[in-house]
Nanobody, 123 residues
Framework: QVQLVESGGGLVQAGDSLRLSCAAS????????MGWFRQAPGKEREFLAA????????FYRDSVEGRFTISRDNAKNTGYLQMNSLNPEDTAVYYC????????????????WGQGTQVTVSS
């Protein structure tokens, strides 16, 4: 079993940066990939980024690559999403996910999910 808890969301202004954290417990953190998704009201859950268990490879949605950075610190059992140059279009609930089976860019592929953390970007 795996438990994931996101934190670090909040209200920021356009152009600001924010770092989200995903604290993991249960199964050894380094043995499974993790990822980040977001979901705005009335929209589907959207893939943002994924990282392999060792942290050696990362994958991004085209629209956020270069602006968002996924990372993990396995010694701390924590994953991160660094978000720069935020704009109001980034407003959503952000979710951490773990252990995909199949296509990692599909929300349905992931086994474990955190409760979500709200990110609101004002202009």
């Amino acid at each position: 079993q795996v438990q994931l808890v996101e934190s670090g969301g909040g209200l920021v202004q356009a152009g600001d940066s924010l770092r989200l954290s995903c604290a993991a417990s249960g199964r050894t953190f380094s043995t499974y990939p993790m990822g980040w998704f977001r979901q705005a009201p009335g929209k589907e859950r959207e893939f943002l980024a994924a990282i392999t268990g060792s942290g050696s490879n990362t994958f991004y949605r085209d629209s956020v690559e270069g602006r968002f950075t996924i990372s993990r610190d396995n010694a701390k059992n924590t994953g991160y999403l660094q978000m720069n140059s935020l704009n109001p279009e980034d407003t959503a609930v952000y979710y951490c996910a773990g252990d995909p089976d199949g296509e990692y860019y599909m929300a349905s592929a992931w086994e474990y999910w955190g409760q979500g953390t709200q990110v609101t970007v004002s202009s």
